[in-house]
């Protein structure tokens, strides 16, 4: 059979939804490969390598092939450099002079914004100064996800809402746009409304039972998201933001197990994105499987290494590691690519108490004290970051300061325990005797939970005077700052859902 006659009758079998009958009357290669003319674009329904050849190879042959680079993009199929690059190294040139320039930066707007912040800027601004295409639907796209990465819910949603007001119907816009709906508690109410127009308008569209579950995770009805999400997978196997979805309810739920299972589905179906990876690394933190953790935020940081959230992770693990100089390194460096991208100063409060953590473990005390007045600028009524601002000016030696915030941190938590004992344990100290006594300050963490350790005894060997009953056996663990509030050090962007 002529490869004409082969390649309509793929085109029959396509259309009648036969892909394993049209795969095998095209064969194992691409009949065009050597015509300078491309094949048709089959939807990827399996996410492997060979789907991925075979759409590069439609773009590289013909650079206007949309249906083959929204399928790449789209689905993930390739990592953040990979995709950055092969973009970047098309023939727009030779195969089409007139328009080389915009069908490049149109393309280049598509990409994700982990990384090259400035050429995505530059690229958005050459669209709308010499094209003209300040209110074109993609242009306004690149700049809502863009935002989106930086964790700007609120600006975000203004693009998405003035792009759906342009077009009925933008099929990259909607996950977005549903996401940050979810994100906004003051939207949960449209997010209802929209997702019942969704169904009633469109009921065989995947995205219209996406926004059904999207709105039962934020009613936090795991089970009947979980129903949805799984809904809308089956309806679009190459959907991602529902298997996303889908595993975020196990973590919610608290089935860390489950989760994996489903993230590590999720990774294997897009193999260029670095999120599936980087929420198993989280959930192994939970479940302390520190060496799964490691490996796959290692694999996912291989894959992309501009996201901040995953350089948070990472320092959480040298942090469980005691590896404080590298966990400081890594959390000024979640902070320093936080700023470059402009991302909201309120996502990051939970990194800079993260570093204020590692400069105490350090020794630095300044340094903490630094970071932990951060935090309060950010949020003011953090009850972490008075405890631990506290902590700072005990060991400091300056205790009046230290008092009032433990006085400060109880009044916003005022059952913690272990402020209290650090209160009790400052107000017991006379003033001229200075924090620890007559030798003033000891300055170490080593002295500090030696002193903790010696107060405590004197507690419970009071406790056992006054109620003339034995005495607790002690145990070699004695209260210290890294149980102040709990696990440590705790996580930046745990309501980042990535649905978009």
């Known amino acids: 059979m002529s490869v004409v006659c082969r390649y309509l009758a793929a085109q029959c079998l396509v259309r009648q939804g036969k892909w394993a009958e049209a795969t095998e009357m095209l064969g194992e290669a691409n009949p065009f490969r050597n015509s300078g003319r491309s094949g048709p674009a089959v939807p990827n329904t399996d996410g492997g390598i060979k789907a991925k050849a075979c759409f590069m190879e439609a773009l590289a042959l013909d650079v206007k092939c949309y249906d083959a680079f929204d399928q790449l993009i789209s689905g993930e199929m390739m990592t953040l450099e990979e995709e950055w690059e092969f973009v970047q190294s098309l023939a727009y040139r030779s195969q089409t002079p007139e328009d080389a320039d915009f069908v490049r930066l149109i393309y280049t707007a598509r990409l994700r914004k982990y990384k090259h912040a400035e050429d995505h800027a530059l690229t958005r601004r050459r669209l709308v100064e010499e094209y003209g295409l300040s209110d074109n639907p993609d242009v306004l796209f690149s700049f809502a996800d863009a935002l989106y990465a930086q964790f700007r819910w609120a600006d975000c949603f203004v693009i998405t809402s003035r792009i759906l007001g342009l077009v009925a119907v933008h099929a990259p816009t909607m996950p977005l746009h549903i996401a940050c709906m979810h994100h906004l508690k003051h939207l949960h109410s449209k997010l209802f409304i929209l997702a019942h ?236 005797e200075g924090m620890f006594g007559p030798h003033g300050t000891l300055g170490s963490e080593e002295a500090w939970t030696a002193r903790m350790k010696e107060h405590t005894e004197k507690e419970r060997l009071s406790k056992f005077m006054r109620q003339k009953v034995a005495p607790t056996p002690l145990t070699d663990a004695a209260p210290n700052e890294e149980t102040v509030f709990g696990h440590l050090p705790l996580r930046a962007g745990e309501d980042r859902m990535a649905l978009g």
């Open 197 to 432: 127009e969704l169904v009633e308008r469109e009921p065989e569209s995947a995205i219209s039972w996406y926004a059904v579950g999207v709105w039962y995770l934020t009613q936090k009805k795991w089970a009947d998201a979980r129903t949805y999400f799984s809904k809308t997978s089956l309806m679009d196997p190459r959907f991602g933001p529902a298997w996303i979805a889908f595993a975020h309810t196990f973590a919610f739920e608290g089935e860390h197990d489950h989760a994996v299972t489903a993230y590590s589905t999720c990774a294997r179906m897009f193999t260029g994105s670095h999120l599936p990876l980087m929420f198993v690394g989280m959930e192994h933190i939970i479940l302390s499987n520190y060496g799964p953790a490691t490996e796959a935020l290692n694999a996912a940081n291989s894959m992309c290494d501009g996201d901040p959230l995953l350089i948070n992770e990472r320092g959480v693990m040298a942090f469980i590691h005691e590896q404080y100089e590298e966990a400081a390194t890594l959390f000024q460096q979640a902070l320093d690519f936080a700023q470059v991208t402009q991302t909201s100063q309120t996502t990051w409060a939970t990194t800079y108490l993260n570093l204020g953590t590692c400069y105490r473990k350090l020794g630095r005390l300044e340094d903490a004290k630094n970071a932990y007045t951060k935090v309060l600028e950010i949020d003011n009524r953090s009850a972490a970051a008075l405890g631990f601002l506290g902590l700072v000016y005990h060991l400091m030696g300056r205790l009046n300061d230290a008092i009032t915030k433990y006085h400060e941190a109880l009044s916003i938590n005022p059952i913690n325990g272990h402020v209290l004992e650090l209160l009790n344990l400052a107000l017991e100290i006379g003033a001229d």
